[in-house]
């Protein structure tokens, strides 16, 4: 199947996504707070969310401790407490149509040693899979790039899911950035590249939207992708 290559116009649609999502994300260690629940905090980000020019909010994953572990975690009841590392997942659709999508991990205080260790690694990780986009070469070749630094440093079986997927119109379509899709990357892909680890009692993804350009990879988040720790 043909998949579409985004124009420029539209790849400046989810630029504009991007910015608005990344400004949600700059305003959340505000929120997270010991004694707070995780549904609380994805109020408080479904509110920024439209504030920040969306349409609507499509969605507020806050994983706390370990619910970080499960990659498709609801916010629950669960209260934040100190050494708690937090996955925040969110994004909404704009007026104009496009979505956004984005994830950074947080900790309350500091975070606990190994933690700290495979979060290293889960960095390296998603800027090789960056790296490996270009014209050219198979979406799944981006997913063995991501997994080669986490299956080194010995998490590979922590890495549950696919790498990415393709955004636009919809959160989710293709191209699958996955083991298995020999579909070859052209200018104007969008995707996401969100390689994750989730050992057990805690867990950490990383995610941005990325459009394949002629000279490599355009990331359209900007927001900083190093641990961010919040006050305990």
Not at 9 to 15: F, Q, T
Not at 68 to 85: F, Y
Request: proline share 7%.
């Amino acid at each position: 199947m043909a998949l579409s290559v985004l124009p420029p116009a539209e790849v400046a649609a989810l630029l504009a996504a991007g910015e608005a999502i990344d400004s949600v994300h700059q305003q959340v260690p505000g929120w997270l707070r010991a004694g707070r629940t995780e549904k609380q905090v994805a109020a408080d980000i479904r509110e920024a969310i439209v504030a920040a020019g969306h349409a609507q909010a499509d969605f507020a994953i806050v994983a706390s401790g370990p619910n970080g572990a499960s990659p498709h975690h609801t916010a629950a009841d669960r209260v934040l407490q100190a050494g708690d590392a937090v996955v925040v997942d969110i994004g909404g659709t704009m007026p104009s149509g496009y979505c956004s999508d984005c994830t950074r991990t947080y900790a309350i205080g500091e975070p606990p040693a190994d933690f700290a260790a495979y979060y290293r690694v889960l960095q390296n990780a998603q800027d090789a899979a960056c790296a490996a986009v270009r014209p050219g070469v198979s979406a799944e070749s981006v997913d063995a790039a991501a997994r080669e630094p986490i299956t080194a440093a010995g998490y590979g079986e922590h890495f549950v899911h696919r790498t990415g997927h393709g955004i636009g119109l919809e959160t989710h379509e293709d191209p699958y950035i996955v083991s298995g899709n020999t579909e070859l990357l052209q200018p104007g892909y969008a995707f996401s590249i969100e390689p994750g680890i989730y050992p057990g009692p805690h867990g950490a993804r990383i995610e941005d939207i990325v459009v394949c350009a002629e000279d490599g990879c355009q990331r359209l988040n900007k927001v900083t992708r190093d641990l961010v720790v919040v006050p305990a």
